[in-house]
């Protein structure tokens, strides 16, 4: 490679590429060649940048809406979060939440209900649900993430988180309003 081509940088390339890769900021072009993490440019080729490093990149806070949810159910956005079954309701109200999610698991998901057991009191969902607020953060790769957040925080918004209802009820939440068997 003629590096010649451009005498004026070639004397900042090196050391800038050399501290881009120490400090983990370098990037390669399509071209093939490396570039210190501040080049906007291929410094061979000139093409702009690729966006490699989307997690070197803050994300963007944004309000959802219905493009950024899998729809609204029962009034109420809802998204599915990963591959576990858990999901979110943009809502600070369980009871809003748990008509939203079990409409959302009903309709898309073909389960009988929100707990995927037609013979569990719909009641028991509570307990998997969480209320409070989180900061919408945008990836570079248009996906989103949802952190939990004060309710005072630069772009709250106020949300139900479902967390996947396998298992008994959790222990904190342990129930003690079952009719007790009769004994003998
Ligand atoms: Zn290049």
């Not at 944004?62 to 998204?79: I, N, S």
């Not at 009988?112 to 570079?140: I, K, Q």
């Not at 630069?154 to 007790?180: I, L």
Request: charged content about 20%.
């Amino acid at each position: 490679m003629a590096l010649d081509e451009e005498p004026t940088s070639t004397a900042t390339y090196f050391p800038s590429l050399a501290a881009s890769r120490d400090a983990g900021t370098a990037w390669t072009c399509r071209c093939g060649e490396p570039n210190p993490g501040d080049y906007d440019t291929c410094h061979f080729c000139q093409h702009p940048q690729p966006d490699p490093q989307p997690a070197a990149r803050p994300g963007t806070v944004f309000t959802p809406t219905d493009d950024d949810m899998e729809g609204a159910y029962a009034g109420v956005l809802v998204a599915s979060l990963g591959e576990d079954g858990d999901a979110l309701a943009l809502t600070g109200f369980k009871e809003r939440a748990l008509e939203a999610l079990d409409t959302y698991y009903r309709s898309v998901c073909g389960r009988p209900n929100l707990l995927d057991d037609a013979d569990r009191p719909l009641t028991d969902a509570y307990f998997f649900l969480d209320s409070g607020h989180a900061v919408f953060t945008r990836h570079a790769d248009g996906g989103w993430t949802a952190a939990p957040t004060a309710e005072d925080a630069e772009g709250a918004v106020a949300v139900t988180w479902f967390r996947s209802a396998d298992g008994p009820v959790p222990a904190p939440y342990g129930r003690h309003d079952q009719p007790k068997l009769p004994l003998g």
